[in-house]
């Protein structure tokens, strides 16, 4: 008897197994995708295709348009597409911005920043297929976590560090490196991203910039007190330290006005980067 239950038990998993199989080929070959990735467009509409990806959630959106989670359609590969609208591009300025960006991409290969994978132009769009951060935005695993300690902050600042490093070694400047623009890999490493304010010099002779770039909340005095001209990397150098404050604190140093964090006073948030001392918290040894 208790063969029997056995063999009976096992005939049914094999059902469920084949039943299981027959929807999966019955299904149109997209719903895996959007059943694997949790994705439920409205209903009805049609499966977004982009050259040989299927598009699926939107990841962010940009200046000039959208970043989507993305699948290979043949191998399966997850990436990010940053999808720019050519109606958005709607000056010479803002089309040698978008190329300056391909072309910082394209020169860089470090474990800590960004890989671009591909570059795809249709009539609407330009397309810049790049390497899926799967672990989220650095902000928000700080959001997630209250801050971080001391470890862990040290690790991910010494990724950061090797990356801006790098960078600099070839002459290129972000210009707006912050939490949002860090993300994290499935181990948990950074990722430098978001070069659209990044521009590549041929000498550290060339270096010095004009152009005011990034957030406020991360400028380093010398955007504060001058438009002169100021020296990119030492811009980009700051910003780090800030990025490694906001990490080990939970907060960032300088806010506009910190009873009201979503104010935006930005002379009272310059007052304060040129005159207030650093406060840290007790629990950072």
């Known amino acids: 008897m208790p063969h029997e239950l056995q063999r009976t038990v096992q005939r049914q998993q094999q059902q469920q197994a084949e039943q299981q199989q027959r929807q999966l080929q019955e299904q149109p070959w997209w719903q895996y995708y959007y059943q694997l990735y949790h994705y439920h467009p409205p209903l009805g509409r049609k499966p977004t295709v982009f050259g040989p990806y299927l598009l699926l959630q939107t990841l962010g959106e940009g200046e000039f348009g959208k970043v989507k989670l993305a699948i290979h359609i043949e191998t399966g590969h997850e990436v990010a597409i940053k999808l720019i609208k ?34 795809i132009e249709t009539e609407k769009y ?100 001058s438009e002169g001209l100021y020296v990119g990397s030492a811009v980009d150098i700051w910003s780090c330290g800030v990025i490694l404050y906001a990490m080990l604190c939970g907060y960032l140093p300088f806010d506009d006005d910190p009873a009201n964090p979503d104010g935006d006073n930005i002379n009272l948030l310059y007052k304060y980067i040129l005159n207030t001392p650093l406060a840290f918290p007790d629990y950072i040894s």
Not at 89 to 104: A, G, L, N, P
Not at 178 to 191: A, F, T, V, Y
């Open 86 to 119: 050519k109606d958005n591009i709607d000056s010479s300025t803002r089309m040698t911005k978008v190329e300056r960006e391909i072309s910082v991409l394209k020169t860089v290969r470090h474990p800590y920043i960004v890989k671009l994978y591909d570059v």
């Open 126 to 225: 330009i397309g810049i297929i790049l390497q899926c951060a799967s672990g989220g935005e650095l902000f928000e695993y700080i959001l997630a976590h209250r801050y971080l300690k001391e470890k862990d902050a040290s690790r991910l600042f010494a990724q950061l560090i090797s990356g801006v490093h790098y960078m600099h070694q070839k002459h290129i400047v972000h210009r707006d490196l912050k939490l949002e623009n860090l993300l994290l890999d499935r181990h948990r490493s950074i990722i430098i991203t978001d070069f659209g304010f990044a521009n590549q010099f041929s000498s550290s002779r060339d270096a010095l910039m004009s152009t005011s770039c990034g957030s406020p909340c991360y400028a380093a005095p010398e955007l504060v007190i």
